[in-house]
């Protein structure tokens, strides 16, 4: 069965660096999300990405995140200047055409902030 | 504004009797309603729909869940729990039109043996 995979899976950083988060979506889904985790509780929106356009973004996307799909299989999370409080799992998610498509999860990576 | 809400942060049941993972929601029209289901170190994982008609959903796994308008909840069941259910359950549901699925606190089940 076909797997959203993210690379890597554990990045320490330290605050006020910058950190790409990539991601392979399943190559026949249309929409990309990221989504956050902070110590195995609530999952928060934070963007989808639909016709090589941002969809929809939460308050917590501010301009220090941004997502690019730099080539036909790559989805990327970049953070320019990570905070502390950045520190989470990091999830990426894909589903194909369809309103009530589930949603596909990649195994996450977990951004330490030290 | 969209909502969703699981009231219990832990059900704890033991092997062989049924469980009920509660989820209430507040999203406007007639979203799409899933859940999903997360093992340790792993993303989340697809369980079932609900999209129209019946109200009971069958998923994967022998779970099911049951879908109630008038109280706009979607519970989640199963007949006789198994040690290896234990896992955290997200309730989710989707607006109509909209791009995003949001997610609820999450319910950790315990399944003892």
């Known amino acids: 069965e076909p797997e959203v995979t993210q690379t890597p899976s554990h990045q320490v950083t330290q605050m006020g660096q910058e950190v790409i988060l990539r991601c392979v979506p399943i190559s026949n889904h249309l929409y990309f999300y990221w989504y956050r985790q902070i110590l195995g509780q609530k999952v928060e929106f934070l963007v989808s990405f639909y016709n090589n356009e941002i969809s929809e973004k939460s308050e917590i996307f501010d301009d220090q995140f941004s997502v690019e799909r730099p080539d036909g299989s790559n989805f990327t999370l970049k953070i320019r200047s990570t905070k502390l409080e950045d520190s989470a799992m990091y999830f990426c998610?894909?589903?194909?055409?369809?309103?009530?498509?589930?949603?596909?999860f990649g195994n996450g990576t977990r951004l330490t902030v030290t | 504004a969209q909502s969703v809400a699981q009231p219990e942060d832990q059900v704890n049941v033991a092997e062989g009797n049924p469980l009920t993972v509660k989820c209430t929601y507040s999203?406007?029209?007639?979203?799409?309603l899933f859940w999903y289901v997360q093992y340790p170190n792993r993303g989340l994982q697809f369980l079932l729909k609900?999209?129209?008609?019946?109200?009971l959903v069958k998923g994967s796994y022998g779970f099911e869940a049951e879908f109630n308008k008038s109280q706009t909840s979607f519970h989640l069941k199963k007949p006789s729990a198994l040690v290896s259910d234990s896992a955290l359950y997200f309730c989710?549901?989707?607006?109509?039109?909209?791009?995003?699925?949001?997610f609820g606190a999450g319910t950790r089940l315990f399944v003892k043996a």
């Open positions: 609900y999209i129209t008609g019946d109200n």
């Open positions: 998610a894909s589903r194909e055409q369809g309103e009530n498509s589930p949603l596909h």
């Open positions: 989710a549901p989707r607006g109509t039109g909209g791009f995003k699925t949001i």
């Open positions: 999203v406007s029209g007639n979203p799409y």
